[in-house]
């Protein structure tokens, strides 16, 4: 698949590669610009602690594939350093604390709101930015006025056919779909011999739940590996099954989220 610099994500659609003159006299009206937010962190013995960034720009490589050649949408390099405090005992974890990511995020929204823009996405692919990436899109869109959207690439179910219901709810980090995912993009990045298996025993109460995020937890609390799933199982043949799974669906939703406008949420009289 194309990928890094190749296909329509990141030669016809990289907002980066225009020039100043192209990016004033271009439309902003309806235009969205996609953030991806990633990390840099420990994934287990065997994977990359590129991965969260890394499948990032692949999802947006598969999703531009599939919009129209007149969409108007533009990708936004990679915030490749997240909040990754929960690993950062682990080494090559490389962690921004939660006040620099927010700046970050400030500082570039507000650049782009200088420049005209009106709607930003940030596409998040770690874990541990979701919280605080929720509250600064609407930080965001207070101190620009710009509508903000978040979306995570699970949201979209592009892994649902290819994993039981066990991986589901405890494979959160670098356990099958992840590493069948990276064998996929980058296989000479992956050491699938050295791939563990381990599933924290998660409560499953109303109380006390993963999904419901009734607890904080560190990486050391849930796993002694530095994993959570069964990354033994992973296959490259199923990563390049939910890459292209996930390509039109994500597709759909960057459409959807840019012909999205705020003023159609209020009755009108």
Not at 64 to 71: C, I, K, Q, T
Not at 142 to 159: H, N, Q
Not at 193 to 216: D, G, H, I, V, Y
Request: charged share 25%; glycine share 8%.
């Amino acid at each position: 698949m194309p990928f890094r610099y190749e296909g329509k994500a990141f030669d016809r659609r990289f907002l980066p590669r225009l020039t100043t003159k192209e990016i004033e006299a271009m439309p902003k009206e309806n235009a969205l610009i996609v953030l991806p937010v990633g990390a840099v962190e420990q994934h287990g013995p065997h994977m990359p602690v590129y991965t969260d960034t890394l499948l990032g720009e692949a999802f947006m490589a598969a999703a531009f594939e599939h919009l129209p050649e007149d969409a108007p949408i533009w990708l936004l390099p990679s915030v490749a350093y997240g909040k990754s405090t929960e690993h950062m005992e682990y080494p090559g974890t490389i962690t921004l604390s939660a006040q620099t990511l927010m700046m970050v995020l400030q500082d570039i929204a507000a650049s782009l709101a200088r420049s005209g823009f009106r709607k930003l996405l940030l596409f998040n692919t770690h874990g541990g930015n979701a919280d605080l990436l929720g509250m600064m899109a609407r930080e965001i869109r207070i101190a620009t006025g710009m509508a903000v959207f978040r979306l995570d690439p699970g949201a979209v179910g592009y892994s649902d056919p290819f994993t039981d219901d066990e991986e589901k709810a405890c494979g959160i980090h670098a356990g099958d779909v992840e590493t069948s995912l990276v064998m996929a993009v980058c296989p000479d990045w992956v050491k699938p011999e050295l791939a563990p298996r381990e599933m924290p025993r998660f409560p499953r109460t109303s109380a006390l739940s993963l999904r419901a995020k009734s607890f904080a937890w560190i990486t050391r609390d849930i796993s002694a590996s530095g994993i959570a799933g069964d990354a033994a199982k992973a296959a490259p043949d199923r990563g390049e099954a939910m890459l292209k799974r996930a390509g039109p669906l994500l597709a759909e939703a960057l459409l959807e989220i840019a012909a999205f406008e705020m003023s159609s949420l209020r009755e009108r009289n």
